[in-house]
């Protein structure tokens, strides 16, 4: 039997749900213009072709997977990321090989309307392949043999190789539209004016050298728990501001609400304004100091070695505003395989010192330690107008100077600076990197023999056997064993030593909701559609 | 102007081509020495490939000697061809075209702030040598001078955009407005402090030219034949002394079509500075080729026409 006060709670209680979902509806307001400072000139919207990372094009274009806030990759065309589990990946040729098969959502329109499908997963790779194409970032096109759509929704990639970084690049900067592009020169279609795809906004104007403007894409297919579609905001603007300081005036004024990598030494300044909000956003950045193995003498490990005793992370910190974590490797802490179990060297310049004295060497009367007339005097370059960098490199000379290595200023801009850190035309270097959410291609390229990335010529075959092990496996215990080698070996031999992993300071209007952090390099704007504005 | 003048300039005109194709060889020549190069910024995105780029450089030409490559470019060039660039993918007639409005309305404002403030200035300054007025506008001018653009910049910013929300700190247009009033709101600020830099320059010689003239026989005879001040001033003395002034200002000119490097960085300002700038970091050459072409070709244009208004201010000048 039903009482009628039964009822009543029931009722009270479905009141309760609707005004609390109510709540939640009205709070993600729908509509209104973010304004985001650029600091860079955009050369081109062409993500393959871009010298930068893909801010701005991940608001127009969606790949088949994304990673998350965690560097985790998530769906975003496809119904389920593949792994070998869901047998989206299929291991063939004795494990030689690999064949991964996506799933695309049903529906799916680009934003000019046009239906999605499986071809435009083969066209995107037919078109970025394509030697006459010349985009750089051909990243995982050349692994694959073929790729055959059997219907509408369904991709299936046949790989020349066992590639575990395959969801790191190609498909993960996003497809293009084959109905627009199938035939064009894509090097300069005028597409790339106004382009679009299928993600979460369009680009109506781009303005080089002031500004882009990306708005709603009326056919995302993305709905929030409520059914609403979509993005929230109507639009971002990305203005483009070169200053460092231009940018935070225009933080304070209210003419941008969003900045990011605001440089250390800004960010201070921007800490106790009303309205904006600064936050340590986790990246898969560190920096480092890397040594030139042709360097005769930087060839000898117990230089090396009093080197990484005599560099005082608190100190270099201190001097940047505290805002860096110290590290022992690099591999970022977010990553599982990043190991605690490595030759770690404390600050001790005593220490320092008396490893150069035991290898022979003596102070000269300048009191820089010198063995046969040879003294540790080196060139430590940095890349030119980043004060981040130059501030560190004048604490890390001073600290040098203390245990008796002399280190002289060589800074350069640009593509000299660019030519200069690979081919090796420095001593010393001081400088970041940052990696995709699969970094296991990028160690290879920091530290394994001949990499591309390896200006500093290391070259241990252990650790190039660790690194393309970890590189092939697919599964996560094989590869924390191979990288913890990997990590333990490169730590011995010290060709470089990992100082801070280092956050992006992003500086944003309090009214900013929903934002989520990208720490990989497919950047902050990878999962805009969440972002909203309170009024 | 007589016909000897003519035939002075078609000398001059012609004389600028071996010029011309002599700045372009070693303009080609030092970027191409200069280290680094087009493709090496792209290193700097992880995952690219030793192969792609060394494909991009063929496709590019890079991979040829640079006496072809200079012959290409060169060809090209005398055909009004000037290529793509490197970093956009767009012709770069496009690029530079899009860039010109913005430098010579940023540069021309700040050029005529600067010609209305400096020679009123430096005249008043030099007839009324040693007095207040003098002192000041020495002082001023001195401060004009040694103030570091960027300094002033960032204050004014702060001062104009933070404290008193009166003027936009940056960029060229409101995005959406771009109505007249709201261009002149984005222009006030950085054609001010680029026309403090010129005023103070172009001030000091108008004086220093201004007192020479006015120590001179002639002015005497001027003044003791009873003529007014004002007379004596500016139909005597003013023309014979704008001469060394005039080429000061026209030099300044061709430098200004080149862009204000730093003005146009601190002001988020589209100029060709900033393109320059880019460019030269990204080692676009054909890019850059195009920009410090358009400087020389301004810098001897300018030249040519200095020599010109000389013979129109000064008659006694001509040209053998």
Redesign the interface.
Known sequence: MRSPRRHLLKLAWSLCVLVLLGGIAAAQERGGTLTVALNYDLDTLDPYASGFLTDVQATFLAGLVAPDHNAQYVPVLVTEVPTLENGGIVLTDDGTKMVVTYHLRPGLKWADGAPLTSADIKFTWDAIRDPAYLGPEKNGSAEIDSIETPDDLTAVVYYNTVFGGFKASLFTYGLLPKHVLEGKDLNKDPFWDAPFGAGPFMVTEFKRGQYVVVERNPYYFEVDANGVQLPYLDSIVFKIIPDSNTQSTQLKSGEVDFAYNVPFTVAPTLENVAGLRVLRAETLGFRHITFNLRNELLNDLSVRKAFAHGVDRAAINKALGGYMVPTNTFVVSIFPYSSDNVPSYEYNPELARQILLDAGYAPDRDGIMAKDGKRLSFDIMTQAGRVEYELAQQVVIAEMKAIGIELKTDNKSGAAYSQARREGDFDVWYSGWITPADPIDSYISFYGTGGFNNGGAYSNPEVDAALNAAAASLDPVDVQFYMGEAQNIVLTDLPAIPLFEAPSIIVMTERLQGFESNPTNQTNFRHTSGWWLAK | MNSTNFTFLARRILGSVPLLIGISIILFGVLNL?????????????????E??E??KR??GLDQPVPVQYVRWLGAAVRGEWG?SI????RVAT?VK??IP?TLLLGGTAFLLALLGAIPLGIMSAVRRYSTVDYVFTFLSFVGFSMPI?WLA?ML??LF??QW?LL??????S?GDGSFVDRVRHIILPASILALAYMASWGRFTRASMLDVLGLDYIRTAKAKGLGNGTVIYRHALRNALVPVLTVIALDFAGMISGAIITE????W??MG??FI?S????DYPVLMALLMIGSLALVGMNLLTDIIYSFVDPRIRYE
Do not use: C, K, W
């Not at chain 2, 200069?34 to 030793?50: H, K, L, N």
């Not at chain 2, 936009?168 to 247009?173: L, T």
């Open positions: 200069a280290p680094g190069g087009p493709t090496d910024v792209y290193a700097e995105i992880p995952g690219v490939s030793a792609t780029l494909n991009l496709e590019l793509y970093r956009t993918g767009r690029d899009e860039r913005a960027f960032l910013q702060s955009a933070v929300h936009p700190s940056a960029g060229m247009v995005i960085t601190i002001f988020a589209p100029g900033r393109l880019e030269m970091n990204g080692r």
